[in-house]
Each structure stands twice: as structure tokens, then as C-alpha cells.
């Protein structure tokens, strides 16, 4: 019998960049050592400086796309990115529903790394309502944690990010992990919680570039190690190093932003052996 590997199954829009998006997903999932299987939520016109526009796939496209492979496949985890709409929310939380015992990570994509709104009002009630609380764990950035634990309606409304945290956690889930690189500090902070508060904090030198995919990279990591058995905590801090080593890796082939390189281990063994002969 041939040798293998943990499958992750990921939901998300596709990126001709490759910087992001599912394309980012599949390289993150290959290189920690998974097999990556894909779902297409929606069909993006975007390069290394942002997104122009989304095209949603058909929400009964999501569910056959996914089904097809759960019936064929045993799946170790779940990623879920850029979702496209509100019908696919629903699609995607009655897939997962039927598979509770199966690690589910969520990326929760609102706004690309230029701003431009990925998530309108309605998707974030209904990530809050049917996704949320079914996650495993969620990784918002701090802008994003922020908008998924504030009330709209109450302009007074500024929590901190551990009270964010603590919202975010009364929704369903069984961990948050809030990045810092949206926050202006000489070092970007990083910090797990559960219900029962801080789980960890790991700072990280900050970079001095722009990054498309770090979020994707990140989450996709986490949810290749938890199909390899490790746990939340341990999953988390490993995710982290091989995402900070992605990043100081990365390259800009284009006008825009960044791309991490999420294959900078082989690009080094590479060097290794040339140097050799």
C-alpha cells in the first residue's frame, strides 16, 4: 500500500497571485507535510496589491465540490478562508456540522491587505450565527477581531483585544488566536485564548514589508499540523515559526505587496547542495 499522508480540505477563493487565497492554502498544506484538497467559495480578479472583484461560486457547487471528496476521502481537517456569500456560509456550517470530531481552523478573511471589503454585515452575522461555533479554533487579525466582537450599534463600543477575545469565545468556539500585525508595536504580539484566558503570547520580530497571505498561511499551517495530531497550543506555536520564516523569506514579483515563500526549507537545501558540488 503507497504511503499517507494527512488530507486538509480547504474552503476559499481562488488567488491568480497565488500570494493568497486557496493557491496559498494548497502551497502552506503540501509543505507542512498534508495533502491539500480544495473547495472553491469564489473566483477573485486580484494581483499582489488587492482584489478588484469576487465572483461567488454557486453555493450548491460548495457542497458538491466538498462532498464529493468527504465521500471518497477521510479528511484529518478542515481551513476555512474567503467564503463569497451568505448562502455559502450556510453550505459550508451544514458540510462541517456532519464532521464535529474533525479539527476545523477558520481564517476570517473580512477585508484584503489593501481594505478592500471581502465580508459585508450580513456573512459576519452569519460566520457568528453558523461557523464560529462550530471552529476549533479562529485567527483574526486585530482589526478583524475587533469588527466580529464590537457592537455597530453602540458607537462607544471599543473593547480590548483580550475582551474581543472573550466575545469571540462566547460564540461557540474552542480558541481564538488575535495576530498583532495590524498594531502599532516594535515587536508583533500574537496571543492564544481559550475560555479559560491567555493559553500563550509569542512576540516576533517585526518585518519591515508588506505581506499577501500571511493570514492564509498561517491558519492553512495550523490546520496541517492539527490533521498531524499535534495539539491547539503546540500547533500554534509551530504554525507561527514556519509563517515568521515564510515572510522574512518572501519575495515581490510584482508591483504590489509581498508573497511569503512557503517552500524557503527547500529553497535552502537546495542552496545546500550547490554549494556542495
Same mark, same amino acid.
Given at each position: 500500500?503507497?504511503? /499517507?499522508?494527512? &488530507?486538509?480540505?480547504? !474552503?476559499?477563493?481562488?488567488?491568480?497571485?497565488? =500570494?493568497?487565497?486557496?493557491?496559498?492554502?494548497?502551497?502552506?498544506?503540501?509543505?507542512?507535510?498534508?495533502?491539500?484538497?480544495?473547495?472553491?467559495?469564489?473566483?477573485?480578479?486580484?494581483?499582489?496589491?488587492?482584489? +478588484?472583484?469576487?465572483?461567488?461560486?454557486?453555493?450548491? $457547487?460548495?457542497? +458538491?465540490?466538498?462532498?464529493?471528496?468527504?465521500?471518497?476521502?477521510?479528511?484529518?481537517? !478542515?481551513?476555512?478562508?474567503?467564503?463569497?456569500?451568505?448562502?455559502?456560509?450556510?453550505?459550508?456550517?451544514?458540510?462541517?456540522?456532519?464532521?464535529?470530531?474533525?479539527? !476545523?481552523?477558520?481564517?476570517?478573511?473580512?477585508?484584503? =491587505?489593501?481594505?478592500?471589503?471581502?465580508?459585508?454585515?450580513?456573512?459576519? +452575522?452569519?460566520?457568528?450565527?453558523?461557523?464560529?461555533?462550530?471552529?476549533?479554533?479562529?485567527?483574526?487579525?486585530?482589526?478583524?477581531?475587533?469588527? &466580529?466582537?464590537?457592537?455597530?450599534?453602540?458607537?462607544?463600543?471599543?473593547? /480590548?483585544?483580550?475582551?474581543?477575545?472573550?466575545?469571540?469565545?462566547?460564540?461557540?468556539?474552542?480558541?481564538?488566536?488575535?495576530? =498583532?500585525?495590524?498594531?502599532?508595536?516594535?515587536?508583533?504580539?500574537?496571543?492564544?485564548?481559550? /475560555?479559560?484566558?491567555?493559553?500563550?503570547?509569542?512576540?516576533?520580530?517585526?518585518?519591515?514589508?508588506?505581506?499577501?497571505?500571511?493570514?492564509?498561511?498561517?491558519?492553512?499551517?495550523?490546520?496541517?499540523?492539527?490533521?498531524?495530531?499535534?495539539?491547539?497550543?503546540?500547533?500554534?506555536?509551530?504554525?507561527?515559526?514556519?509563517?515568521?520564516?515564510?515572510? /522574512?523569506?518572501?519575495?515581490?514579483?510584482?508591483? =504590489?505587496?509581498?508573497?511569503?515563500?512557503? &517552500?524557503? $526549507?527547500?529553497?535552502?537545501?537546495?542552496?545546500?547542495?550547490?554549494?556542495?558540488?
Amino acid at each position: 500500500m503507497s504511503e /499517507s499522508f494527512p &488530507l486538509v480540505m480547504s !474552503f476559499a477563493a481562488t488567488d491568480p497571485s497565488g =500570494g493568497a487565497g486557496l493557491q496559498a492554502d494548497m502551497l502552506t498544506i503540501a509543505s507542512m507535510g498534508c495533502h491539500p484538497l480544495s473547495v472553491v467559495t469564489a473566483i477573485t480578479v486580484q494581483d499582489t496589491s488587492g482584489v +478588484d472583484d469576487v465572483l461567488p461560486m454557486e453555493s450548491e $457547487w460548495v457542497t +458538491d465540490q466538498a462532498r464529493a471528496m468527504l465521500e471518497d476521502v477521510p479528511v484529518a481537517a !478542515f481551513k476555512v478562508g474567503l467564503l463569497g456569500s451568505v448562502e455559502n456560509i450556510v453550505a459550508i456550517a451544514e458540510v462541517l456540522a456532519d464532521y464535529p470530531d474533525v479539527p !476545523f481552523v477558520m481564517d476570517t478573511v473580512l477585508a484584503s =491587505g489593501r481594505g478592500d471589503e471581502l465580508a459585508n454585515e450580513d456573512m459576519l +452575522d452569519a460566520m457568528r450565527e453558523l461557523l464560529i461555533p462550530q471552529a476549533t479554533i479562529i485567527t483574526p487579525n486585530s482589526m478583524e477581531a475587533r469588527r &466580529l466582537a464590537t457592537d455597530d450599534d453602540n458607537e462607544e463600543d471599543n473593547p /480590548s483585544l483580550e475582551e474581543c477575545a472573550r466575545r469571540i469565545l462566547a460564540m461557540g468556539c474552542e480558541y481564538v488566536l488575535i495576530t =498583532g500585525t495590524h498594531e502599532h508595536s516594535p515587536t508583533v504580539v500574537n496571543t492564544l485564548y481559550n /475560555s479559560d484566558g491567555v493559553v500563550r503570547s509569542d512576540s516576533w520580530e517585526r518585518l519591515p514589508d508588506i505581506y499577501h497571505g500571511s493570514g492564509c498561511t498561517l491558519a492553512s499551517a495550523i490546520a496541517a499540523l492539527l490533521a498531524q495530531g499535534e495539539d491547539v497550543p503546540d500547533a500554534v506555536r509551530e504554525a507561527q515559526e514556519y509563517t515568521w520564516q515564510s515572510l /522574512s523569506a518572501g519575495f515581490r514579483p510584482g508591483m =504590489g505587496q509581498h508573497i511569503p515563500d512557503r &517552500l524557503f $526549507w527547500a529553497r535552502g537545501e537546495e542552496d545546500d547542495v550547490q554549494q556542495a558540488n
